[in-house]
């Protein structure tokens, strides 16, 4: 079975970091485009960023300058590094993939991690 798992959520100060992980599972070909989105009470979900599969990267103006995303093929994971963080980017945030798979390419979300920065 094919997952994504999200790791590396909790609680921070305002200005601190924090790294998310996002580990796909199960018979994997090649992962495509991926993403970090984040949905926060209340509201829609947004992208926060993207990163293709060749490594082109791609931010929501809320978060360049400050968060960075990456991703390690040979390990079937993404990271989305946080820094300064502010009281505003508390929200659940979810990892999405486009995965190439033995039942060819679909999307799968993780569970999402929550991430909390207090002031």
């Known amino acids: 079975q094919v997952q994504l798992v999200e790791s590396g959520g909790g609680l921070v100060q305002a200005g601190g970091s924090l790294r998310l992980s996002c580990a796909a599972s199960?018979?994997?070909?090649?992962?495509?485009?991926m993403g970090w989105y984040r949905q926060a009470p209340g509201k829609q979900r947004d992208l926060v960023a993207s990163?293709?599969?060749?490594?082109?990267?791609n931010y929501a103006d809320f978060v360049k300058g400050r968060f960075t995303i990456s991703r390690d093929n040979a390990k079937n994971t993404m990271y989305l590094q946080m820094n300064s963080l502010k009281p505003e980017d508390t929200a659940v945030y979810y990892c999405?993939?486009?995965?190439?798979?033995?039942?060819?390419?679909?999307?799968?979300w993780g569970q999402g991690t929550q991430v909390t920065v207090s002031s």
């Open positions: 999405k993939a486009r995965l190439y798979t033995p039942d060819g390419n679909g999307d799968y």
């Open positions: 199960g018979r994997i070909f090649r992962m495509n485009n």
């Open positions: 990163i293709s599969t060749g490594g082109g990267t």
